[in-house]
């Protein structure tokens, strides 16, 4: 596979230095526009394993042949495909991961990321920076029955499938035998459902919007445990957790919240576990730097646009509410090959 | 300067396949915003040479601490500033091209590069490339008279400025004495202001619209070059250009026309000239594999979207346009570290 070369190199003492990284930075949201068409034009379902010409293609998205080549040619030197004398091919980048044919393909985290009720907000990004929260009505994203997590829930799942395993067996440990585990913040529901399919005898609740959860049951149903999976709609500040468990997960969560609400949510996770019982949150966890890894550093810009105060929070702060919250013996695993991390804490 | 690491590498023998690169790239968006952003609440003249916290220098941008904070991390994130122990700083990049107080900055180009009329174009991108060309009205970008180009004219000077020795001296090479230069889709003016400083007896004349020229003639007056620099406003396929001339600049021009449009236009040009005169264009000069270097070649997306039939042109193609103009002796000089090339012809 090429390497994507259109981003400039830093300047060393051996390269000069240009302004091209600042060109290329200015011209970025193009690469996200070009992905997103791409996706919506089924383009990669439309390139076979033989490498096709750009008419060929054209044809097969109802599509023009100039901007057919412009395109493929754009997301080779972004190296997503590949070309060669006979036209363009998928990469194995994009033949797993954004062929709908492939079973890991994420495609469809394109709908969520580029959702205009998301993307639009860096429109107002000065506005956002100046104000220091998003410029979204109310709390933003998490604003009640929000029906981008209705969305959320129907096309990240891919993206988060991968977690579920490591997820499940750092909550179970091994554990088996009957115990009940609460998935705050549900979504498509995958996490609470991998512990479920992990332990015969687990009996999972999910949390979350009622139009949310429906997602969830319709993901549990097909991992053949609907049986022993609960719906508790509503809102994880409001609800009666009942109880009590011997899990709770709050995966993709805190990170929307200011450090007392998280708190105060932890306080009422601490309170619904039996003594000894484990809360474990998935989190992107930046260093203490907030700068590094790339990834979940950044993802702190999200969370600006999308909320009022919610935050990309280092281990040392997790650490501290979770302590706040009673909890002991706080433990991080990161998630090889993910950027995220999962923080857990014992009732 | 950090090495920007929120690319992620793409898959090799020795590193898994992950589909980091395809999430970044959905939000490759947010990179275009943030500097934006950067550059609209002058935080690259509030940070001094020192260290600066985020209190202090939102402040000095009428900003929140929180939005200061991410932005900045995330400017450091992707190697644009630096941080340590006592705050953020500048990086020589951010320094040298951003810090309006350096005579090198470049920050002005935002404002073309992110203005809305270019930059919303990419919301309709997957219409673009099932039609094949600009959803913009009309010619979309070189409609008569289009306001952007007055907008470029004034921004965009500073990334054209380092290009424009290398072209006068390529276009004059050595020749001294009486001569005159028409300067198509002269902008900014500064090609043709160049060779009125390299040749204290060249006359220039500046084609454009005429509010672009405005733009030309004060640059010509800050030269000291003006009672040498002459108007002729209007567009380069309607307006007698005069002459003969014994060199025509096309500077960032025949990207924007399908190839009979480009041959026509440099038919005119040839008659233009007198024997032995030289046509000179700058361009985007993508390799015959038009995926190749990076940033000539994906300029052609850019073409897709706000024009009806442009493209960055491999110069096997435009070297055949010269051709079928009339023009010999055909020379390609890429010009070192910028990823233009100047093409020249002899009439």
Redesign the interface.
């Known amino acids: ?12 003492a051996e390269a ?22 791409a996706i ?2 089924d383009l990669f379902r439309a390139l076979g394993h033989e490498p096709g010409d750009a008419s060929t293609i054209a044809q097969a ?11 493929c ?2 997301l ?5 495909l590949a ?1 060669e004398a006979g036209g363009y091919r998928h ?3 994009s033949a ?3 062929d709908p044919r492939s079973p ?1 393909s ?1 495609a469809s ?2 709908r969520f ?2 959702n205009p009720a998301m ?1 639009d907000t ?2 107002n ?2 506005d ?6 998003t410029t979204m009505e109310g709390d933003g994203s998490v604003e009640p029955e929000n029906p981008i997590w209705v969305q959320f829930a129907e096309t990240m799942a891919p ?1 988060m499938a991968p977690l579920t395993a490591p997820l499940g067996a750092v909550v179970l440990e091994g554990h088996s035998g009957p115990m009940r585990v609460l998935d705050i913040a549900a979504g498509h529901g995958l996490f609470g459902i991998e512990i479920a399919k992990q332990n015969p005898q687990a009996r999972v609740t999910g949390l979350d919007w009622a139009p949310v959860l429906r997602v969830a049951l319709e993901n549990a149903r097909r991992s053949g445990v609907e049986d022993r999976y609960n719906m508790l709609p509503g809102s994880a500040f409001d609800v009666d957790f009942g109880g009590p468990y011997d899990a709770v997960l709050l995966t993709n969560f805190l990170h929307h919240f200011d450090q007392p609400t998280c708190v105060g949510l932890l306080k009422k996770v601490h309170a619904a576990l039996r003594p000894g019982g484990r809360a474990a949150t998935l989190e992107f966890v930046p260093n203490e ?7 979940p ?2 993802f ?5 646009t999308s909320t009022a ?1 919610g ?1 990309a929070y280092p281990l040392s702060e997790l650490s501290a509410m979770y302590a706040e919250a009673g909890f002991k013996d706080v433990t991080a695993h990161p998630i090889p ?3 995220h991390t999962i923080v857990m804490g014992t009732a």
């Open positions: 596979m090429p390497t994507p070369p259109i981003h400039p190199e830093p300047a060393t000069p230095l240009t302004p091209a990284i600042i060109f290329e930075m200015l011209q970025a949201h193009q690469r996200t526009a070009a992905l997103k068409t919506e034009l998205c109802s599509a023009s042949p100039r901007g057919i080549r412009i395109l040619d754009f080779v030197i972004n190296g997503v070309k990469t194995p980048l797993t991961f954004l890991a994420v985290i394109a990321l580029t993307q860096y429109k990004l000065t956002i920076v100046r104000a220091g929260r993206m730097d907030r700068v590094s890894p790339p990834m550093a950044a702190a810009l999200t969370m600006l105060a935050d090959m993910s950027p």
